[in-house]
């Protein structure tokens, strides 16, 4: 454990010097869970407290799924089907939609609106403050088969979610990854192209008493 600790603490150090984490991680470095711990609470949660949470968590949040670690080439906390980076991270709450840029480190506004009860016949996900969607830009996966890509997209996707499942439970919010979508409500509420898919979408919260 101790060894953990003093490789995340220089991690965190680099980081921080290197202009990656987001303020949150940076002011936070020296109480956040360990991975051991981070991974010993994660679980998914269906139930969830209305209070807000604060842009600089969700930030943080969305460099944790998929933001840019190796500033010099462009590599990211999650890997991908031969680099293709085609996982694209999305937020969705009562103020509207938001694109998670990883160049720019930065939130893009992509339509405004509610749209959080529109996005699965599962109830439970509107009751969430925020809810990240995933979608693969296929075009950046052009070696691939037309099955390979749907293959390989889905399993990018779902690694950038297990880094957000462990960024939550690191700050004790919940989430849950959730494949009953509705899909074409998804994809316009994204404005998406044809060439996109989306694969799942992820309620964050902080947890509801007993929902767990």
Partial sequence: MNG???ARRNFLRFAAMAGLMPTVAQAR???????????QARRSTRAF???????????????????????????R????WHGATETQLYLADARGIRFYDPARHAFA????????????PQRFVATAPVVA????????????????????????????????????????????LVGGIDTLSCH???KLTADSLVTFIQPIGRPAQGGG
Wanted: hydrophobic residues 45%; neutral net charge.
């Fill in 49 to 75: 407290r209305p209070a807000p949470i604060a842009d600089d968590v969700l930030l943080a949040l969305a460099w944790a799924g998929c933001g840019i670690n190796r500033p010099q080439s462009g590599l």
């Fill in 133 to 176: 969607l995933y979608s693969a830009n296929l075009a950046q996966m052009p070696k691939a088969s037309e099955a390979e890509r749907r293959h390989f997209a889905a399993v990018d996707a779902a690694i950038v979610a297990q880094n957000v499942y462990l960024f939550c439970a690191s700050q004790g919010l919940g989430t849950c």
């Fill in 29 to 39: 470095a020296g109480r956040e869970a360990s991975l051991t711990e981070a991974l």
């Fill in 188 to 190: 316009d509420a994204l």
């Fill in 109 to 120: 506004p992509v339509g405004t609106g509610d749209v959080r009860a529109r996005l699965s």
């Fill in 4 to 6: 953990i600790s003093f």
């Fill in 77 to 80: 906390t999650a890997p991908s």
